[in-house]
Nanobody, 124 residues
Framework: QVQLVESGGGLVQAGVSLRLSCVASGRTFSSYVMGWFRQAPGKEREFVAGISRTSISTTYADSLKGRFSISRDNAKNTVFLQMNSLKPEDSAVYYC?????????????????WGQGTRVTVSS
């Protein structure tokens, strides 16, 4: 069992950077691949980024490559999402998710555990 708690969201102006964190409970964090998703009001939850167990591999939604960066610290049971040059369209609730095995990073049903989310609002 893994419990995930996100933090770092808030209200920011367009153009600034924000770093989200997700802390996992338990001693098996390094056994899971991790992902970030987001859900804007009235829209489907969409994939943002994913990272392998040892950080060797990362993957991003095409539209976010170059602006967002995912990383993890297995010693601290934490995964991060660095978001740069934020735009109003980045406003959403951001969720981290954990998967023991993954084939398709962008499929929500591949993930076993989800956090409650942290809200990011970007004003223009």
């Amino acid at each position: 069992q893994v419990q995930l708690v996100e933090s770092g969201g808030g209200l920011v102006q367009a153009g600034v950077s924000l770093r989200l964190s997700c802390v996992a409970s338990g001693r098996t964090f390094s056994s899971y691949v991790m992902g970030w998703f987001r859900q804007a009001p009235g829209k489907e939850r969409e994939f943002v980024a994913g990272i392998s167990r040892t950080s060797i591999s990362t993957t991003y939604a095409d539209s976010l490559k170059g602006r967002f960066s995912i990383s993890r610290d297995n010693a601290k049971n934490t995964v991060f999402l660095q978001m740069n040059s934020l735009k109003p369209e980045d406003s959403a609730v951001y969720y981290c998710a954990a998967a023991y095995e993954i084939t398709y990073w962008d499929r929500k049903d591949e993930y076993d555990y989800w956090g409650q989310g942290t809200r990011v609002t970007v004003s223009s």
